[in-house]
């Protein structure tokens, strides 16, 4: 599966469009690391506990997203792109979307 | 008593926030030159793919991601400089800190895989600090840049 931000495959081109794929996570911190993040916010800086945690959800998100263009019968999703949104104190959504194609 | 107490308490966080903090965001600053120093051969462009394309083998996304909180210093002063407005610098300082990270780690990636051009490149901002409970939280932010790797053909 090639994954690309871009509108095409560099050195392929598009012979099918699939339409729009999307995959999404919703995940809570961890009550301990949300601790651990609060008295980190008194020095201020990286809370690498949360990027770890976010970097994990989008690898999800895009998994999900890639296993539904393989059930399209799509060999590439172009024109990716993310969000993130905190929908409830404590959680975020973590989105990836694209067009799912068939290259050759 | 109490009122003493917590004024004690907001002096200590303060002088945390003063030092901890400061040393802090000169570190990261010392940090973020030296790597994107290291990291110039990778360039990057918020466009689309060169018009030589096909010079290169098929794309790779990459994603670099930091998330960046405020120390209680830039709270205070953010704070206050919103009382009479205008640019809060203590802030500006934080997400740009936070962006160019971003930027620094996708680029690591796109090494990582032996690119030398990520284009297409997009940067995301999520705010994590929204709170229910109606206590302000202290502000923290998701900061995101992905992009396409490309590799030259061999």
New interface residues.
């Given amino acids: 599966m090639?994954?690309?931000?871009?509108?095409?495959?560099?050195?392929?081109t598009i012979t099918r469009h699939l339409g729009l794929v999307q995959g999404s996570t919703v995940r809570s911190k961890h009550a301990g690391k949300d601790i651990l993040?609060?008295l980190?916010?008194?020095?201020?800086?990286?809370?690498?506990s949360?990027?770890a945690l976010?970097?994990e959800s989008?690898t999800e998100a895009?998994d999900r997203m890639v296993e539904q263009a393989r059930d399209a019968g799509a060999n590439a999703i172009v024109n990716?792109?993310?969000?993130?949104?905190?929908i409830?104190?404590g959680a975020?959504e973590v989105m990836a979307y694209g067009t799912a194609v068939v290259v050759s | 008593m109490d009122g003493i107490i917590q004024i004690v308490f907001f002096l200590v966080l303060l002088a945390i926030g003063v030092f901890a903090g400061r040393a802090n965001e000169r570190r990261h600053y010392r940090e973020l030159e030296q790597a994107e120093e290291d990291l110039r051969d990778v360039a990057v462009s918020a466009g689309r793919a060169p018009d030589d394309a096909g010079m290169f083998s098929s794309g790779k996304l990459v994603v670099g991601s930091v998330v960046i909180a405020e120390d209680f210093f830039k709270r205070v002063a953010a704070g206050l400089k919103s009382l009479v407005g205008g640019n809060i610098r203590s802030y500006e300082t934080l997400l740009e800190r936070g962006r160019r990270e971003a930027i620094v780690r996708m680029k690591q990636e796109a090494r990582r895989v032996g690119a030398t051009h990520v284009v297409n490149v997009r940067l995301e901002t999520a705010s994590l600090s929204e709170d229910w409970s109606g206590r302000q939280p202290m502000f923290s932010a998701e900061f995101i840049a992905y992009g396409t790797a490309l590799t030259r053909r061999a």
């Fill in positions: 090639e994954l690309t931000t871009l509108e095409t495959v560099p050195g392929k993040a609060g980190k916010n008194i020095v201020g800086g990286e809370l690498k949360y990027t976010l970097n989008r895009v990716i792109r993310f969000s993130t949104s905190n409830a104190a975020a």
